[in-house]
Structure formats: structure tokens, C-alpha cells
């Protein structure tokens, strides 16, 4: 049976709703960053329920890799984890490690395969850092510890995270260099929605279906709410300093020039 | 159709420029005032045609590809 991308999707997100309705509920424990706001549950919870969770194959454990659930006890035993250095070891995301996440990764496998597509045509060096990253992780070498669920990881991506029925406030990311593009895919079922990007004076209309790469290290963005239905946002991200732990440069700018080579051909 | 939308401000400058602040559920009105006297924004408006975005020195900084995971573009099979 064909499916649109968008509802293999929202068909992956069921698998995650547990962990999404498990990190919800923990919100009430702890002060909740400004990505752990906005959320706008729909009546009865809706098909894909509310919340958000982030994955990563590889990146630097933060207090963010730590399940909600167990960060008032962490904060109670002063074992807030301490900054971390180039030099230390990568970890695959504890979010990542459950038998839903690899639900989740292979009932969305063909939107990982368009999203490599997508990212090698509108940023090549990008895409080439981010598959030599990803084969860097996966050879274990610079893991704290491997895990099964690295064979399941088919996107050249960092990480992602799946963001449901939240509406965004304005900002910026921080994890990724300025040149990066992050790739961000509309889903879900709503009837309208925009992307607001106040510095370029423009509101993009975000479909299901639609996805915006936008350089977001630099470029302010945000979704003030929406129409109809349930809105899910899957932000895909690369984190500069996971590459450069790596060993791989920044890229450099996409330029419209390299394209209109092609065009002549 | 809006097909090529370009910011008058280079958008190496505009990244050392700009500070990742805390988001607010508004805008922040010393920031935008700040980055006002250098960056003059364009005001491309609503866009839901494919599109791409680029600085004053064709550097693109967003690429809209509304509809791009759709059905003919389905590869695999379940």
C-alpha cells in the first residue's frame, strides 16, 4: 500500500505517545524550559496526544538527555551532569533506546530516506559532514557505549526532534553553525498553520507535507498556533560541536550560484 | 508565485549579530531595535509557493518546498 510520507508520519508518532504522554505528565515536577511550553492539548488528547521528545544517535549527554520523569530526583541528588568538553565521549540519546523509538524509526524509514534526499539536492556539504558524522558514530569509537538501535539510524541528520500540538515561540537554535540548514517537516492533520520568520518579513504557509530548511542558527522562526486538527513538527538538527568532536569542518554557504550551472545543462 | 525572495543584508554579518537569547512569547524589542539600525529586513509576506531565500551576496538562508512529501514522490512500499 502507498502512504504520503507525512502519514507514515503521523502513523509513527502512535509508537511514540506513551513517551510522549510519560514526559508530559513530568513537566508539572520541574521547571520546564521554553521548548517544554505552548502545548495545546486537543480535547479527549486527540489522535497523536501532546509533547515533545528529542532523539540523537550521538551528541554530548545534557540535563535534555535525561528523562523528564527523573530530573526532580537528579536536581534533589545534585547530579546535574557537568559541562562537557570536546574530548568526551558521545551518547546515543536515552530517548532513543526504547523498543518505541525503533517502532518509530521503522515505521518512518521512507521519510528519512526523502529527508537525505532533500538535504544532499539543497545542501551537499551538509549532507556529506553529516553522513561522514554519522558513519563516525557508528563505528563506536567515539560512543560512551554503543547501542542495537544505531543499525535502525539511516538519516545523515544529528538528531530530531518531534515536537505535537505546541505552538513555537520565536527563536533561534543554538546547536547547529550558522551555515547549517535544519530541516523542518510539517505533519499532522491541521487545516493552516504558518511559520512566521520575522527577519525575512514572511509567514510560509506549513501543510502537512511541507518541509522548510531554514538556517535557524541565525534566522528567527516560530509557529504562532493553528487551525483545524493536530499539528506534529518533526525539526531535524546538526550539532556543530558533535562535528567538530568529530572532526569534520563547518560547511560552508549554500550559494544560489552553484544552481544555475545545472539549469544550463 | 514567488519564486526567488532576497534579504538586502548579509547574512555572515547578520549571524555575529545576532544574540540567542531566552525565546519570549513576544518580540524583543531592544534585539529588534538593535539589529534594526544594521539589517533592514525585506518584507516578503505570505509565501505558499515553492521558494527559495537568499542574502544580498546569494548565499540562501531558507529553501520552501511546501508539498514536498507527498504521494508521487513515494518510493518504498508497505
Not at chain 2, 508521487?72 to 508497505?78: K, N, T
Amino acid at each position: 500500500m502507498l502512504i504520503y510520507e507525512k502519514d507514515a508520519l503521523n502513523a509513527g508518532i502512535s509508537h511514540l505517545r506513551p513517551d510522549l504522554n510519560r514526559a508530559m505528565n513530568a513537566l508539572g515536577t520541574v521547571s520546564a524550559s521554553w521548548r517544554n511550553s505552548g502545548f495545546s492539548a486537543p480535547p479527549g488528547g486527540g489522535r497523536f496526544g501532546v509533547g515533545v521528545l528529542n532523539f540523537s544517535p550521538g551528541w554530548f549527554q545534557r540535563l535534555h538527555d535525561v528523562r523528564l520523569d527523573q530530573l526532580s530526583i537528579i536536581f534533589a541528588a545534585n547530579l546535574v551532569p557537568k559541562s562537557q568538553q570536546l574530548k568526551d565521549h558521545l551518547y546515543v540519546s536515552t530517548s532513543l533506546k526504547t523498543e518505541p523509538a525503533a517502532s518509530f524509526l521503522r515505521a518512518t524509514a521512507s521519510v528519512d530516506v526523502i529527508s537525505n534526499a532533500i538535504t544532499a539536492l539543497v545542501a551537499p556539504r551538509q549532507y556529506d559532514f553529516g553522513l561522514a558524522a554519522i558513519e563516525r558514530i557508528k563505528n563506536g569509537h567515539h560512543l560512551d557505549s554503543s547501542h542495537p538501535i544505531l543499525d535502525s539510524w539511516i538519516s545523515v541528520w544529528s538528531g530530531f526532534s518531534v515536537i505535537v500540538n505546541r505552538a513555537t515561540p520565536l527563536h533561534r537554535d543554538l546547536g547547529g553553525a550558522p551555515e547549517d540548514f535544519d530541516l523542518l517537516l510539517s505533519s499532522g492533520t491541521h487545516d493552516a498553520c504558518n511559520l512566521d520568520v520575522p527577519d525575512l518579513g514572511a509567514t510560509l504557509s506549513y501543510h502537512p507535507g511541507t518541509a522548510v530548511a531554514i538556517t535557524g542558527r541565525v534566522l528567527q522562526h516560530g509557529v504562532k498556533g493553528w487551525e483545524g486538527g493536530e499539528r506534529i513538527c518533526q525539526a531535524r538538527f546538526m550539532k556543530d560541536a558533535v562535528h567538530d568532536r568529530l572532526g569534520l569542518p563547518k560547511p560552508t554557504w549554500v550559494n544560489y550560484d552553484d544552481y544555475i550551472g545545472l539549469t544550463s545543462l | 508565485m514567488a519564486l526567488l525572495g532576497v534579504a538586502e543584508w548579509d547574512v555572515s554579518r547578520l549571524s555575529d549579530r545576532v544574540k540567542n537569547r531566552r525565546p519570549r512569547a513576544d518580540a524583543d524589542p531592544a534585539e529588534d531595535s538593535d539589529l534594526a539600525k544594521y539589517f533592514i529586513n525585506p518584507e516578503l509576506g505570505h509565501l505558499d509557493e515553492p521558494c527559495i531565500i537568499m542574502d544580498v551576496h546569494g548565499r540562501i538562508i531558507v529553501w520552501y518546498l511546501p508539498g514536498i512529501y507527498a504521494l508521487h514522490r513515494v518510493v518504498s512500499a508497505y
